[in-house]
C-alpha cells in the first residue's frame, strides 16, 4: 500500500459515503473484514454486515460531506484524519464528524481491518 493507493481508497470510501452507497463502501473490504466504529463497540464481521451496518447507519443522512488528510502510512496500514458534515433527513439538523481512522489493507488493496475513533457536534 502506498500513498496513492491509500489516497485512491479514502476517496472511494468518501465516495460511497457521500452516495450512501453501502454496496460500493461494503466492496473496498475484504469478505472477512472487521469493522469497528469507535473503540467500544464490538468490531462488526464480514462484508455483509458492514454493508448492513452502512445501510442503516446513512439511511438517516443526506447532504453528505467527507474529506481527509493522511497522517500515516506503513506497508499495509494507513492512518487519516477525517471529517464529515451530513443532515439528519428527519429534522434537517447539522452534524459534524471528527475522527480519525485506522486501516489494515491485504495484498489485493481491499481493506481487511478497520477502525475508527471520533466526536460528533450535532444531534445522534
Known sequence: MDERDFKRWLDRYG???EARDARAAARLFTMDATYQWT????????REAIAEAWAAATS????VRFTYQIVALEETQGVAH???KFQRK?????????GMLLAEFSDDGRCRRFREWWHRRGPA
Do not use: N, R, Y
Not at 90 to 98: K, M, N, S
Open 39 to 46: 473503540p467500544f463497540d464490538e468490531p462488526l464481521e464480514g
Open 90 to 98: 428527519a429534522t434537517g439538523a447539522d452534524v459534524e464528524i471528527d
Open 82 to 84: 477525517f471529517h464529515s
Open 15 to 17: 465516495e460511497a459515503w
Open 60 to 63: 438517516t443522512q443526506q447532504d
